[in-house]
């Protein structure tokens, strides 16, 4: 019996003992999952504090955009299309020239007048005829009218710093391939605008221009202010863009901006797309910054003083 009692009072113990045992372990169990919530918790927190962060600054990087115009995955062909815009008052301060002078303003975009091939033929004529030098900053230009091309801080006239050696780098029929180009550029805008085609002038400075993100080391570098091109050059009446790379793919940032009061309006780079517009202040606009890869494009300007008018570039 005590025997019995003994072993039952061991019994009894160690039944206890086993309790006791079980409920710390699950005591410990429980503060270890309440440890596991807490932490998780925080870590929902954290990620959605993190989402929300970039969220806002996705946002923020957006909320100036208030339409895309024309977006690089759409084709805007044959026809330009149009976007009309009240003319400003800018061309009031210059002579009037009947047949090219703005009388309706606005911007169009094209993708039906340089084909990809061409545009990346034209590229491929930027990539070698930069690649003898370039800016220190982000952007370089090379003019092949003036000969002006990037070099460090400066530039130097090309025709001159390099003559005969320019042979090895371009070809007569790359001149050829730019001079038809600006001539079916300078064609669209006089038909888009209701123009006399023979009284509208390629002015300049008209260049190619290759924009990474580096930061800028110069004034020249400087490309993402807002300016108006009339203001800029008084020369200017009708101003063009034709790119020579895709936004997206290429490179990001480097949107086209127009800056109206009632919004900024986008034009996205797609290789071939041709943008033009009057140049005067109804055409406020700016190049976003470039955050990644490079970026290629001609600017092809025009005017209606034949004072101004600039020849074709020619191979030496
Ligand atoms: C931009 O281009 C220049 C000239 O080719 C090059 O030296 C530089 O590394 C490039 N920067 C970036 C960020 O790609
Ligand atoms: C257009 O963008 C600029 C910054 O690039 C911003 O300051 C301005 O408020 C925007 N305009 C409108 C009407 O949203």
Redesign the pocket.
């Known amino acids: 019996m005590a025997q019995l009692r003994t072993r039952n009072t061991k019994g009894k113990n160690a039944t206890e003992m086993a309790k006791k045992i079980k409920r710390g372990n699950a005591l410990r169990q429980g503060s270890a999952w309440r440890g596991h919530r807490v932490l998780i918790a925080s870590l929902l927190v954290a990620v959605s504090v993190c989402g929300v962060a970039v969220w806002l600054y996705v946002t923020s990087l957006e909320s100036d955009i208030t339409e895309t115009l024309v977006s690089q995955r759409e084709l805007v062909s044959p026809l330009p299309r149009l976007y009309t815009v009240q003319c400003s008052e800018d061309y009031e301060n210059y002579q009037r020239y009947p047949g090219c002078t703005p009388q309706s303003c606005g911007r169009a975009v094209t993708d039906g007048v340089v084909t990809r091939e061409e545009a990346e033929s034209l590229r491929r004529l930027a990539e070698r005829g930069l690649a003898l030098a370039?800016s220190e900053g982000?952007a370089?230009i090379l003019d092949l009218h003036s000969g002006a091309l990037s070099m460090g801080k400066q530039f130097v006239n090309i025709y001159r710093y390099f003559g005969e050696q320019l042979q090895d780098v371009f070809t007569q029929e790359d001149f050829q391939l730019y001079r038809d180009v600006r001539g079916r550029i300078q064609a669209v805008i006089a038909e888009t605008f209701d123009l006399d085609p023979n009284l509208i002038y390629l002015t300049k400075p008209t260049f190619f221009s290759r924009i990474?993100?580096?930061i800028a080391k110069t004034q020249h570098d400087e490309y993402w202010h807002p300016h108006i091109d009339k203001v800029t050059y008084g020369s200017f009446d009708y101003t063009s863009l034709l790119y020579l790379s895709d936004y997206g793919s290429d490179f990001s940032g480097g949107r086209f901006i127009f800056m109206d009061p009632t919004g900024n309006r986008t034009v996205e780079p797609r290789t071939g797309r041709v943008s033009f517009f009057s140049s005067g202040s109804e055409n406020l606009h700016r190049v976003e910054k470039v955050t990644w890869g490079?970026r290629y494009a001609i600017t092809v300007s025009f005017t209606c003083d034949p004072a101004h008018a600039i020849a074709d570039p020619a191979l030496p």
């Open positions: 370039g982000g370089s990474n993100g580096t490079t």
